[in-house]
T-cell receptor
Framework: KNEVEQSPQNLTAQEGEFITINCSYS?????LHWLQQHPGGGIVSLFM???GKKKHGRLIATINIQEKHSSLHITASHPRDSAVYIC???????????????FGQGTILTVHP | GAGVSQTPSNKVTEKGKYVELRCDPI?????LYWYRQSLGQGPEFLIY????????DSGLPNDRFFAVRPEGSVSTLKIQRTERGDSAVYLC?????????????FGPGTRLTVL
């Protein structure tokens, strides 16, 4: 079992729909990141969370530390939101894994007009 | 140029050859990370540097892989005796420090193809 699991692996939506992507992890973490990767493009950091909820424009990210679960929501989705969304966790403080990110396999989102 | 840059953007080599991949981090960033992303997968960690030293190299798959950062800025990932299974996109990222509150900024990657 991977340390970071995302669901769904593929997601297709119609423009305007509310989208949720889920991420579960099995290790202690110091932070959780949501990243966006466009085809042929680089990776962009969307959010970094250690607790609670963050909002940026139409994007909302939440994390439940006790349940080891995070969600990324996109409101009023648009075709330009089509990309791969990746959840990544940063190791707990004090260990050698503290600096590195451990990634989920990504969720491929396609939003149709 | 404010972002992380990587060169070359594409590298095609033959099995058994030696390759070097370069990463220029954002100026002033002390932490530098190397990841590898195979087709259809999320990135996987290889190694990260804090300054000139490798703080964690546990992700390097075997001793054919080596990375250096001699002056605490530019880093080179070196792969000896390349194998077809090494084909992937190699990603570099940097952050101001190696702490959980610092965002990692990713470069565009180097696509390595081993024939």
């Amino acid at each position: 079992k991977n340390e970071v699991e995302q669901s769904p692996q593929n997601l297709t939506a119609q423009e305007g729909e509310f989208i949720t992507i889920n991420c579960s992890y099995s290790v202690g973490i110091s932070a959780l990141h949501w990243l966006q990767q466009h085809p042929g493009g680089g990776i962009v950091s969307l959010f970094m969370l250690s607790s609670g909820k963050k909002k940026h424009g139409r994007l909302i990210a939440t994390i439940n530390i006790q349940e080891k679960h995070s969600s990324l929501h996109i409101t009023a989705s648009h075709p330009r939101d089509s990309a791969v969304y990746i959840c990544a966790v940063r190791g707990g403080a004090g260990g050698t894994s503290y600096g590195k990110l451990t990634f989920g396999q990504g969720t491929i989102l396609t939003v149709h007009p | 140029g404010a972002g992380v840059s990587q060169t070359p953007s594409n590298k095609v080599t033959e099995k058994g050859k030696y390759v070097e991949l370069r990463c220029d981090p954002i100026s002033g960033h002390t932490a530098l990370y190397w990841y590898r992303q195979s087709l259809g997968q999320g990135p996987e960690f290889l190694i990260y540097f804090q300054g000139t030293g490798a703080a964690d190299d546990s992700g390097l798959p075997n001793d054919r892989f080596f990375a250096v950062r001699p002056e605490g800025s530019v880093s080179t990932l070196k792969i000896q005796r390349t194998e077809r299974g090494d084909s992937a996109v190699y990603l570099c990222a940097s952050s101001l420090r190696a702490v959980s509150t610092d965002t990692q900024y990713f470069g565009p990657g180097t696509r390595l193809t081993v024939l």
